[in-house]
């Protein structure tokens, strides 16, 4: 990564973009602390101080956010509505054939696509951040009121205000990330969700210490944080370098060239590969389910619904089993549906047909493309349940034993490594081509 950054600050096109990049995050975390009016600020502080320490989910939304869920700054809801547009247009995509052929329609189909993308964005920004709105208004802290007016014209004023500048916080964070696309290094909305977390990480350093603190201070009552302590810091490093390794690791499926017959000379066929990347669909299906799994616990949190519809509710909540048990089955579901929009067996089968490749001992055309599916199905069980366990295993951490608010360790370190290394390969591979000299020189 950094041998990566140092060759890219030697280009004046690449230094440009990654200077862009950072100025690009330099005004999100900028917005992360920018105050959203008709609030008490230390109430609030206070008040989501208190309810994050017993809400995982809310944890989770605020790591993402750098911190500005908790606070209700400007970008307070992130790239989530962005995220669950996505999501949704992806669905979408698969069921409806108008969508489906925007998509093979190639840039000018894309373009449509984005701009629909862009408008469910504020639509579902509105509906979030009234949420939003609606469940600060009906809390305090100390018996301040979070939100300043309630009722009367004031009260309507101020949550207009309040809804208008949450919705415009997430429009401008989607334009920051397509910005990035366009003019910077790396993909934008992941590059924001990586400076979100980065940001967060030396409150996880803190609450480390503070562990520690207990421990010296009263040896008696907190020696186990001796142990456990230690043992997190050497299983989030033992999780960093799996993702690493399980990053590089792929499938490579021989591939054997015919011999071909060019003017007077015939020459041998040639012998190569075909790489199948067991982390085929990188960090997406985590970041999938953990949305699609977010919407439960915040409508359990802002509507406070009863009857059946709270035990349903109550049962996906983050600290149940249920709720780990459906992450589970939607990351490989998700993992599994993005692999099959960005990976088509029967288009490859026919590229090796037409170029005069096949895998020894299978025949061209639909056995090699079902040769493939099948290896594919393989490959992509295996990446979706190591993402499925580096996401789950920090909740079992966090439930076995005392240090609280551990459980989304896991789904922030997938983020954090896969971001890293997607940017890295791709300053790199802009690096190469920059340098090539070409055959004139």
Known sequence: MLSALRQAWKSGDLKKRLLYTLLIIVVFRVGSIIPVPFLDVRALQGFMGNLADGGAILAYFDTLSGGAFAQATLFAMSVQPYINSSIIMQLMSVAIPVLETLQREGEEGRKKITAITRVLTIFLGISQGFAYYVFLRNHTYGGTPIVKYVNGTEGVFAAFVIVSVFTAGTALMMWLGERINEKGIGNGVSILMFAGIVSRMPSLITRMIGYVYLAIENPEKYWFYYIFVPLFILIFLGMMWLIVFMNDAERRIPIQYAKRIIGRRMFDG????????????????????????????????????????????????????????????????????????????????????????????????????????????????????????????????????????????????????????????????????????????
Do not use: C, W
């Open 270 to 441: 040639q012998s190569s590969h075909l790489p199948l990347k067991i982390g085929l669909a990188g960090v997406m299906p985590i970041i999938f389910a953990g949305s699609i799994l977010g919407l439960p616990s915040m409508i359990n949190l802002f509507a406070r619904p009863t009857g059946i519809m709270k035990a349903i509710l109550d049962a996906l909540s983050v600290n149940g089993i249920i709720y780990i048990v459906v992450y589970f089955a939607l990351i490989l579901m998700f993992a599994y549906f993005y692999v099959s929009i960005s990976y088509n067996p029967i288009e490859i089968a026919n590229n090796l047909r037409q170029s005069g490749g096949a895998v020894p001992g299978i025949r061209p055309g639909k056995p090699t493309s079902e040769y493939l599916s099948k290896v594919l199905s393989k490959v992509t069980l295996m990446g979706a349940l190591f993402l499925a366990f580096i996401a789950i295993f920090p909740m079992f951490f966090a439930g076995l034993t005392p240090m609280g608010g551990l459980s989304t360790s896991g789904t922030s370190i997938v983020i954090l490594v896969g971001v890293a290394l997607e940017t890295a390969k791709m300053i790199e591979s802009q690096t190469m081509m920059r340098q090539y000299k070409g055959f004139l020189d």
